[in-house]
């Protein structure tokens, strides 16, 4: 099992940024690739952006290329978010997920999820 557990979400302006955290704990050993989603209001859950735990390959959506970085600290076993030039349409609950089985990130499944954290942007 892996518990994950996301922080650093709040209310920011349009234009402003944020870094999100997400802290795994029990069998990190067994995780191939850390990944974040994000849900809207009344919208599906989607994928944000991953990064393979070892080697740190990353993948993002189209949607926040060149606006959200991820990152990960092994030594602390926690994956970051960075998030710059946010705007309203990224208001979401954003999930940290933790995935075992490797492949390629464009085609990741997760296994482990967190409870989320909000991310509400302001215009």
């Known amino acids: 099992q892996v518990q994950l557990v996301e922080s650093g979400g709040g209310l920011v302006q349009a234009g402003d940024s944020l870094r999100l955290s997400c802290a795994a704990s029990?069998?990190?050993?067994?995780?191939?690739?850390m990944g974040w989603f994000r849900q809207g209001p009344g919208k599906e859950r989607d994928f944000v952006a991953a990064?393979?735990?070892?080697?740190?390959?990353?993948y993002y959506a189209d949607s926040v290329k060149g606006r959200f970085t991820i990152s990960r600290d092994n030594a602390k076993n926690t994956v970051f978010l960075q998030m710059n030039s946010l705007k309203p349409e990224d208001t979401a609950v954003y999930y940290c997920?933790?995935?075992?089985?490797?492949?390629?990130?464009?085609?990741?499944?997760?296994?482990?999820w967190g409870q989320g954290t909000q991310v509400t942007v302001s215009s």
């Open positions: 997920a933790a995935g075992t089985r490797a492949r390629q990130l464009a085609r990741m499944t997760y296994d482990y």
């Open positions: 029990g069998r990190t050993d067994s995780t191939y690739a």
């Open positions: 990064i393979t735990w070892s080697a740190g390959i990353t």
